[in-house]
């Protein structure tokens, strides 16, 4: 079969032929993959950057976690998926029977394994995945809409840990995902939404998105802003999606006393500035999130997507034939688009 493969560690990919994967355990599912997004994960590891040299740990490996696909065979023991149904599949690999695994925290799993990055992943017209993982859904949901299901998670993951009915909700980053997590903050009640970001291509894609007001960080104070807006109130909760200190700051000292602070920025280094006497004197909850609840966040995406409550149209700009793969990655490396999505194979 053909597979995007991370042969050597420099820049690039390869589209190479690799050996099929066969279904080698009872709880195995074998999908054809029909279209796979792409993850700025991807783009680190594409890129070969500093990340991408101390993370992945074997070469050559596929890359790719994001996908929708169509089920073609199963293991004896699995119960919830049969061939011919679509599915997509979380990146989070548990193990299933360790102390978070058991108490509802598969996404935090001690034996995590990360689809992509220490397994061989999605981009390729194949894949073996175990079916803890994957989720059946409605074959009305857009196929392209589906293969970025993964990050819609973490969006929706970020954004519902607050209650957003009547409040003014601040995001700062407008990359897909903090594009995502805009959509999924107008249909949860937010009343008002203000995007930071200093990119001039993701603010129109904010405005476009439906943000009430977009802020450009460098030109503008995004604590005054939101302080004016509020009569020096403050924001109700605060989502930061950019990994960027100064903004995760910014976020800080604009909510409100009391207010929540929504955290899945990755930050370049482990150790940040960060306004702590801010944080703790306004009493604020402060919740970091990583991956997805599984599969609490999955079933709240497929329900607003089935029934077209949730528009990923303005969200998911391009879409690549398969072999076009570095064209794709250069463009999302530029940062002039959305979501991209490799059209692996015809349905």
């Given amino acids: 079969m053909k597979a995007i493969v991370k042969v050597e560690p420099k820049k690039g990919f390869s589209l190479v032929e690799v050996n099929e994967p066969t279904i080698s355990f009872s709880h195995d599912v074998k999908i054809k993959v ?13 890129k070969w950057d500093n990340w991408a040299k101390n993370r992945i740990k074997s070469l050559p490996q596929i890359d790719g976690h994001e996908f929708v696909g ?48 220490d397994t061989n992943g999605v981009f390729s017209e194949y894949i073996v995945l175990p079916d803890v993982v994957l989720l059946k859904i409605d074959e009305s949901i857009p196929l392209e809409y589906a293969s970025v299901m993964e990050p819609l998670g973490n969006a929706i993951f970020t954004t519902t840990v607050a209650d957003l009915r009547g409040s003014l909700v ?10 995502m997590a805009l959509a999924v903050s107008k249909i949860s009640g937010a009343s008002f939404v203000v995007v930071s970001e200093i990119s001039e291509y993701r603010s129109k894609m904010a405005k476009d998105v439906g943000a009430d007001l977009v802020i450009n960080p460098v030109n503008n104070s995004v604590v005054d802003k939101i302080m004016e807006l509020t009569d020096g109130l403050g924001a109700d909760v605060f989502l930061e999606m950019s990994g960027n200190e100064s903004a995760l700051n910014d976020g800080i000292l604009s909510l409100k006393n009391t207010g929540v602070a929504s955290i ?5 280094e482990d150790r940040i500035n960060f306004e702590m006497n801010a944080a703790v004197f306004k009493n604020l909850t ?37 072999n076009n793969f570095e064209e794709a990655f250069e463009l999302m490396a530029s940062g002039q688009s959305g979501k991209i999505v490799l059209n692996v194979a015809a349905d």
């Fill in 70 to 117: 169509k089920v073609i065979e199963v293991g004896e023991e699995v119960k919830n998926v049969k061939p011919g149904d679509l599915v997509v599949g979380d990146s989070h690999i548990p193990c299933g029977h360790c102390y978070h695994c058991r108490n509802g925290n598969m996404h935090v799993c001690q034996s995590l394994k990360i689809l992509g990055v």
């Fill in 286 to 322: 402060i919740h970091t999130i990583t991956g997805r609840k599984m599969f609490e966040t999955w079933y709240l995406s497929a329900s607003w997507l089935k029934y077209k409550k949730l528009d990923l149209s303005k969200i998911v700009t391009h879409q690549f034939d398969f």
């Fill in 170 to 179: 601040l995001i700062t980053g407008a990359g897909p995902i903090g594009l």
């Fill in 264 to 268: 899945l920025g990755v930050y370049p």
């Fill in 34 to 46: 029909l279209k796979a997004s792409i993850c700025g994960t991807d783009v680190h590891i594409y």
